[in-house]
């Protein structure tokens, strides 16, 4: 049974604060986006799509032109357009591939910023469509308490108008994977409502969601935590130095 991944990678990573995008950041030695794309490769996914930004997708293509599982693409403006420009290549490269895609095929697409995810992680999200379910995102309970305030700038002093539970909140990361019906169906609803009303999915499964489809969960895992600002790089970097605090961290 195919499976194939689309890795975005085409974010300029303004938060990091990097003199390059975020995907070509170095991580121990290797870019954020190689790290992803060999952690979907672990799991014997059988093409990639990559999301490049336009300025610098020829040091992409350079990067993986020696795989021809993956393709590269340039992305679109915001990260919902990115993987609406990734899924319409898809079936080209299934074709190319000689691999198929039909309705029911798992797609994944995960973050290259989320480049330390387990291979554990991404099985969990493949098992649980191959089980079935349409629409499938990793997530982590969440552990700070949370409070809701008041509309208002958000910077400066704000009030509290109320509390969530925080027991029925998650923390959702990538990949969160998909039946290509469901996903191809999502993003082109997704697309017309973002050209029509400026309406953008914060996530992929947001725009299932949309659409009334079922969401499901599974076991995220705390390395797949998001590169976004300096002090996640720092943390990512101390773990692949430490190789036993990254296992004792596989198994929680
Ligand atoms: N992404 C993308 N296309 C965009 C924006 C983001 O493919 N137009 C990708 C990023 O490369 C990243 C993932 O989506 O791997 C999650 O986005 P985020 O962590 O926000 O990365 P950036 O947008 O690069 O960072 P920032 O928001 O700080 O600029
Ligand atoms: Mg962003």
Known sequence: MSVFAVVTAAGSGQRLGADMPKALVPLEGRTLVERAVEGVQLVGVDGIIVTAPESHLTQFETMFASDPTVLVVPGGSVRQLSVYNALQQLPALAKRLGTPLDNTTPILIHDAARCLTPSKVINGVIDALRGGLTAVIPALPVTDTQKIVEEGPTSGIEKVAGQVDRSLLRAVQTPQGFH?????????????????????????????????????????????????????????SQLLTRKDLMESLLDS
């Open 180 to 236: 290509w019906h469901t996903i191809s169906n999502a993003h082109r609803a997704g697309f017309e409502r973002l050209q029509n009303t400026g309406v953008e999915a914060t996530d992929d499964a947001g725009l299932v969601e949309a659409l009334g489809g079922d969401v499901h969960i599974t076991s995220g895992s705390p390395l797949s935590m998001k590169i976004t600002t300096k002090i996640d790089l720092v943390v990512a």
